[in-house]
C-alpha cells in the first residue's frame, strides 16, 4: 500500500517562531487533506489540499502532486498550535477510495 | 464543531465483551467512515459507508463490524473484546456524492474505548 511518511516527527518552537512540516507518500492519490489533533483529542480539519496552494491566517498549504509531497507553513506560532499535525491521503485501490494517514509531527509551542 | 456526533464519549469495559459505538454524521452527508487510533498503530482506516452500503474496507478485524441506518447514523460493533482493542475511535463524514466530487472528512470528537 501507499507509505505516507510525515517530517519531523517532533518539533519545538518558541511562541512566534514560523515553521514548515512535510508530507511525503509514496504513489499518486486522488486527495490530501491537513489535520491538527489537539491535546484533548480532536481531529480539526486544516486543509483539504490535494493540489495546489491554500492560506487560512497563520496556515497556508502547499501541495506539489506531480512530486508527491506537501507542505504545512505555520507562522508566528502559538501555544494553541500545539498538538499534533497529520496528513492523510487518499488513493484509489481496487476500485474503492481507501484513506492512509501519515504517522503525524508532534508540535509543541512554549511560551 | 464539525458537525458529526458521536456517542459514548468514554467506554469502558472488559475483556470478552461487546459494545456498540455510535455516530450521527453532519446534516446531509451520506459517506461516514470509522478510524481507530492506538499509541502503537497510529490512525488507522477501518471501514466506510455510503448511502448504507459498505464502501471500503480497511483494517478493519473480523470481530468488528459496521452498518449504516436509513437515516445515515452508523453503528461500530466490537465483539470479543481483547486488551489491545483499546483505542480511540473515530468517525467521520463527507459530503462527496451529493453533487460534490470532492471528499473533505469531517470527524468526531471520537469514543474512547478502554478494555480492561
Given at each position: 500500500?501507499?507509505?505516507?511518511?510525515?517530517?519531523?516527527?517532533?518539533?519545538?518552537?518558541?511562541?512566534?517562531?514560523?515553521?514548515?512540516?512535510?508530507?511525503n507518500?509514496?504513489?499518486?492519490?486522488?486527495?490530501?487533506?491537513w489535520?491538527?489533533?489537539?491535546p484533548?483529542?480532536?481531529?480539526?480539519?486544516?486543509?483539504?489540499?490535494?493540489?495546489?496552494?491554500?492560506?487560512?491566517?497563520?496556515?497556508?498549504?502547499t501541495?506539489?502532486?506531480?512530486?508527491?509531497?506537501?507542505?504545512?507553513?505555520?507562522?508566528?506560532?502559538q501555544?494553541?498550535?500545539?498538538?499534533?499535525?497529520?496528513?492523510?491521503?487518499?488513493?484509489?485501490?481496487?476500485?474503492?477510495?481507501?484513506?492512509?494517514?501519515?504517522?503525524?509531527t508532534?508540535?509543541?509551542?512554549?511560551? | 464543531?464539525?458537525?458529526?456526533?458521536?456517542?459514548?464519549?468514554?467506554?469502558?469495559?472488559?475483556?470478552?465483551?461487546?459494545?456498540t459505538?455510535?455516530?450521527?454524521?453532519?446534516?446531509?452527508?451520506?459517506?461516514?467512515?470509522?478510524?481507530?487510533?492506538?499509541?502503537?498503530?497510529?490512525?488507522?482506516?477501518?471501514?466506510?459507508?455510503?448511502?448504507?452500503?459498505?464502501?471500503?474496507?480497511?483494517?478493519?478485524?473480523?470481530?468488528f463490524?459496521?452498518?449504516?441506518?436509513?437515516?445515515?447514523?452508523?453503528?461500530?460493533?466490537?465483539?470479543?473484546?481483547?486488551?489491545?482493542?483499546?483505542?480511540?475511535?473515530?468517525c467521520?463524514?463527507?459530503?462527496?456524492?451529493?453533487?460534490?466530487?470532492?471528499?473533505?472528512?469531517?470527524?468526531?470528537?471520537?469514543?474512547?474505548?478502554?478494555?480492561?
Open positions: 500500500g501507499i507509505q505516507v511518511e510525515q517530517s519531523p516527527p517532533d518539533l519545538i518552537l518558541q511562541e512566534g517562531a514560523n515553521s514548515t512540516l512535510r508530507c507518500f509514496s504513489d499518486s492519490v486522488n486527495n490530501l487533506q489535520f491538527h489533533q489537539n484533548w483529542g480532536q481531529l480539526i480539519n486544516l486543509f483539504y489540499i490535494p493540489s495546489g496552494t491554500k492560506q487560512n491566517g497563520r496556515l497556508s498549504a501541495t506539489v502532486a506531480t512530486e508527491r509531497y506537501s507542505l504545512l507553513y505555520i507562522s508566528s506560532s501555544t494553541t498550535d500545539s498538538g499534533v499535525y497529520f496528513c492523510a491521503v487518499e488513493r484509489n485501490s481496487g476500485g474503492y477510495q481507501k484513506v492512509t494517514f501519515g504517522t503525524g508532534k508540535l509543541q509551542v512554549i511560551p | 464543531d464539525s458537525g458529526v456526533t458521536q456517542t459514548p464519549k468514554h467506554l469502558i469495559t472488559a475483556t470478552g465483551q461487546r459494545v459505538l455510535r455516530c450521527s454524521p453532519r446534516s446531509g452527508d451520506l459517506s461516514v467512515y470509522w478510524y481507530q487510533q492506538s499509541l502503537d498503530q497510529g490512525l488507522q482506516f477501518l471501514i466506510q459507508y455510503y448511502n448504507g452500503e459498505e464502501r471500503a474496507k480497511g483494517n478493519i478485524l473480523e470481530r463490524s459496521a452498518q449504516q441506518f436509513p437515516d445515515l447514523h452508523s453503528e461500530l460493533n466490537l465483539s470479543s473484546l481483547e486488551l489491545g482493542d483499546s483505542a480511540l475511535y473515530f467521520a463524514s463527507s459530503p462527496q456524492g451529493r453533487g460534490i466530487p470532492y471528499n473533505e472528512q469531517f470527524f468526531g470528537p471520537g469514543t474512547r474505548l478502554t478494555v480492561l
